[in-house]
């Protein structure tokens, strides 16, 4: 809708609920009107007269659609590309693991999520214990929503440095120790750090709601 013939709409409404409250309108029933109204503000939104709104429209969905096929040529989102593994044949429990590693890679380097200020909510909280709130209850309620959160979003940003540490520093030093030749065939290390690996993968998946900026 456009915004002139929205702020008349809204007009013609506020008109309709004086005269109802001055009785000059007692005849119909106010249910009755109300939903009248209703049907004339979802008429007013796909009325295929009101041009603008129609060209609003499809200026919208001729920009997805530029970008949809923009991104399906140059730039495709869901492509993952693994610099970490060969482009040979690997078993699908490793692609996994790198894939998922991959992409909150990605998200830290790429969009600087371990300096992001949306795991620190500490300005807001103090800005809240000093503010002056007629209701004090509400007030109190508020900023425990706010250092619960606040304290949450600190264990997804601890949890996600080890992990990017783990993947980028320790990870790579474990795979060294194991190519040396006095580890070949070893068993017992090989079990280890695959549940060291497997224990890591679960621990991502469980901060994946923080991941975004």
């Known amino acids: 809708m456009n915004p002139r013939t929205q702020k008349m709409l809204k007009k013609r409404i506020k008109d309709i609920d004086k005269s109802m409250l001055k009785g000059t309108l007692k005849t119909f029933p106010i249910e009755g009107l109300k939903d009248r109204m209703n049907v004339l503000r979802e008429k007013q939104k796909h009325f295929p007269h009101n041009l603008l709104y129609w060209f609003s429209q499809c200026k919208r969905k001729i ?3 530029y970008y949809y ?3 399906l040529i140059f730039h495709p989102y869901n492509r993952i590309k693994i ?8 078993d699908r429990d490793c692609t996994l693991l790198h894939a998922c590693f991959t992409i ?3 998200v830290v380097e790429n969009e600087d999520l371990l300096n992001h200020k949306m795991y620190d909510h500490s300005v807001e909280i103090a800005k809240l214990k000093v503010a002056e709130w007629e209701d004090k209850e509400a007030q109190e309620k508020t900023i425990k929503q706010f250092e619960d959160r606040h304290e949450a979003d600190q264990k997804y940003e601890k949890e996600a440095k080890y992990l990017y540490e783990w993947w980028k520093n320790l990870r790579p030093e474990r795979e060294k120790e194991m190519d040396q030749p ?11 750090y695959y549940q060291e690996d497997t224990d890591n993968l679960i621990r991502l998946m469980k901060i994946r709601g923080g991941l975004w900026t």
């Open 63 to 65: 920009a997805d659609k």
């Open 182 to 192: 006095s580890n070949w065939g070893d068993l017992d290390k090989e079990e280890k």
């Open 69 to 71: 096929y923009k991104c």
């Open 104 to 106: 909150f890679c990605d």
């Open 83 to 90: 610099n970490t593994l060969p482009p040979t044949w690997i």
